[in-house]
């Protein structure tokens, strides 16, 4: 009786999958959508490259220069990322606990 059961769900899986074939890709298909996917990278490559050059950092708060050092102070009532720059001045973080362990800033 079991070994019917299991000779019958078999035959029931190769008639199922018998309907299903498998077929190969076409090559020129591939090779057209590989085309369209470099040009499109490439402009957007473009682009981006343009768009990083022309751009400037405009906020007048963001020392220009080097950081010197960099101090992070958590469990206090202003857990906060500073960070010393070459020219003297210092910029504040303010850090909030995401989860275990993990703080985020800015």
Known sequence: MNRRLMTAGLMT??????????????????????????RRLSE???????TAADQTDTDSRTPA?????????????????RLYWADGQTSDLL?????????ACG
């Open 13 to 38: 899986c190769l008639v199922a999958c018998s309907g299903c074939t498998a077929t190969a890709p076409d090559a020129d298909s591939t090779k057209a959508e590989l085309d369209r996917f470099d």
């Open 44 to 50: 957007l490559e473009r682009r981006l490259g343009t």
């Open 95 to 103: 850090c909030t606990e995401e989860g275990q362990k993990t703080w």
């Open 65 to 81: 220069g080097p950081i010197r050092s960099l101090t992070l102070r958590l469990g206090s009532e202003d857990d906060r990322l």
